[in-house]
């Protein structure tokens, strides 16, 4: 099948891929007088003496934000907010479908940081939780963090964290297959945008203790001309040989590599000279970084991609509605590193030991089970650290 022409001509076809229905039926006066006017006062006046209560006579309970302002949409670029509608009511389509929560596209057309967070602050009141997508590195970072310092909701860029969290699931089970431990295993990253500083950043919670990070100008390292603010904070804890080189040298000798940067860019030569039982995750999309049969032809162990036609795919899914269904249903107030941490390890915990080998480390994006499964250690994982408000 030609995706492109085929997806084309469904999106004519469609006009949409999601919509509003009603739960409510309004067929008689008395049902417009409970649903509206003159009965809907009373709810807004219980809102009005307790904000919380939004959350119980509204719809807000269930109910995320996917907004962007079109700036890195999948793989396209900046090709603005208007133009990333697609993916946005995509994304929307994937929250119902995986885990039951209502989610309402909104494109914003500016580029400027003070302007994007004070308009996500402004609707905020509407939501339980805010998703950010396909925001432009570095501008990402500032947008997710200052937003949650001023937003009392979950606010979850899945560019970096639910990338993040899968890869970590992944990586789990790819260490069982091949006999290694997070704590010993050299790995290194290639890609220093937002998925690659926040993959960095989370295997460091999980107790990676050997990482190198590559981009354009090679090593990231302490003091290194050339990076932008969130990499050389990310170079002053990692890298702790101190190489200063190409992605070619870094790799020799590393168990694990992980692109999440461009298309063929690694050579066969560069995965015969990692550590035996490699493990290589090119995760550059629709092209990885080297073909997965090149890389498994090189010598590599486990090899997974993000792509659906491969073994082992690496998917997004398999995170973000689990994970906001587990923090709404808690009613949480962010979604911490600890929850992160419980997504990833409870997506691992899908295959069994007797199912996990080479070919299968991480579980397919329609197991029923992937949503639930998250949904219930995230939930516990906002109740065990505080954030849960019910």
Not at 71 to 79: M, Q, S
Not at 169 to 190: C, M, P
Not at 259 to 269: H, L, Q, R, W, Y
């Amino acid at each position: 099948m030609n995706y492109a022409e085929e997806s084309l001509k469904k999106h004519y076809e469609w006009g949409g891929k999601i919509e509003v229905t009603a739960r409510v039926e309004v067929k008689s006066k008395e049902d417009l007088s409970l649903a509206y006017t003159p009965g809907v006062a009373t709810p807004c006046l219980e809102i009005q003496k307790d904000e919380n209560k939004s959350y119980l006579l509204t719809r807000r309970w269930n109910t995320v934000a996917v907004i962007t302002d079109g700036t890195a949409v999948l793989g396209l670029g900046d090709i603005g907010p208007v133009a990333g509608m697609p993916v946005m009511e995509g994304k929307a389509l994937l929250f119902k479908t995986f885990g039951d929560v209502d989610a309402i596209p909104l494109c914003i057309k500016t580029k400027d940081v003070d302007e994007l967070v004070r308009t996500i602050y402004l609707i905020s009141g509407s939501f339980g939780g805010i998703n950010l997508e396909d925001i432009s590195a570095p501008r990402c970072f500032e947008v997710e963090r200052r937003l949650k310092e001023i937003c009392d909701i979950p606010v979850f860029h899945d560019d970096q964290h639910g990338t993040a969290i899968v890869l970590g699931a992944a990586l789990i089970n790819a260490l069982k297959v091949v006999g290694k431990e997070l704590s010993t295993a050299r790995i290194v990253i290639n890609g220093a945008g937002s998925a690659g500083i926040a993959i960095a950043k989370f295997l460091i919670g999980m107790g990676v203790e050997n990482l190198v990070v590559c981009d354009k100008i090679g090593t990231l390292l302490d003091g290194k001309a050339g990076m932008t603010e969130p990499q050389a904070e990310l170079a002053g804890i990692t890298n702790k040989d101190k190489l200063d080189g190409t992605l070619a040298e870094a790799m020799v000798g590393a168990d694990v590599f992980i692109g999440v940067s461009a298309p063929n860019i690694v050579s066969k030569e560069m995965i015969e000279s990692m550590a035996d039982r490699a493990i290589v995750f090119p995760m550059a999309n629709p092209v990885p970084e080297i073909a997965p049969e090149l890389a498994l032809d090189a010598g590599a162990a486990v090899v997974g991609t993000g792509r659906s036609d491969f073994n082992n795919q690496i998917n997004n899914v398999l995170a973000f509605p689990g994970i906001f269904r587990g923090a709404l249903d808690a009613r949480a107030s962010e979604i911490n590193e600890e929850m992160k941490r419980a997504a990833a390890f409870a997506i691992a915990s899908l295959v069994s030991d007797s199912e996990l080998c080479e070919e299968y480390i991480i579980p397919k994006a329609f197991d029923e089970r992937v949503g639930r499964t998250v949904a219930k250690a995230v939930y516990d994982a906002a109740v065990k650290t505080g954030v849960a408000r019910i």
